[in-house]
Nanobody
Framework: QVQLVESGGGLVQAGGSLRLSCAAS????????MGWFRQAPGMEREFVAA????????YYADSVKGRFTISRDNAKNTVYLQMNSLEPEDTAVYYC?????????????????????WGQGTQVTVSS
């Protein structure tokens, strides 16, 4: 059974930084794509970033490009999201998710329906 556990959320002032972690267990993830999504109150869940666990290719939503960095540590089965220059508009619950077995590349894996396992989410709040 695949399990994804996010951590690292919290309250930060605008302009600050946070690093989210997503620890995965239950199988090897070398052939998967891992993604970060977020959902603000009253809004639909939206794509943030994705990374191929196989080759490290990444893709970002335009709203976070240049501020957020997604990375992986295959030895630890962990994916990270480094978030810099945070803005109040980044306030949301952040989720990590898994898309299995080369089903889509980091560029292609932008739709939440392409992911089959999700973490419980971690709250990020950015104050102005």
């Amino acid at each position: 059974q695949v399990q994804l556990v996010e951590s690292g959320g919290g309250l930060v002032q605008a302009g600050g930084s946070l690093r989210l972690s997503c620890a995965a267990s239950g199988r090897r993830f070398r052939s998967d794509t891992m993604g970060w999504f977020r959902q603000a109150p009253g809004m639909e869940r939206e794509f943030v970033a994705a990374i191929s666990m196989n080759n490290g290719n990444t893709y970002y939503a335009d709203s976070v490009k240049g501020r957020f960095t997604i990375s992986r540590d295959n030895a630890k089965n962990t994916v990270y999201l480094q978030m810099n220059s945070l803005e109040p508009e980044d306030t949301a619950v952040y989720y990590c998710a898994r898309s299995p077995d080369y089903s889509c590349s980091a560029y292609e894996c932008r739709d939440e329906h392409q992911y089959d396992y999700w973490g419980q989410g971690t709250q990020v709040t950015v104050s102005s």
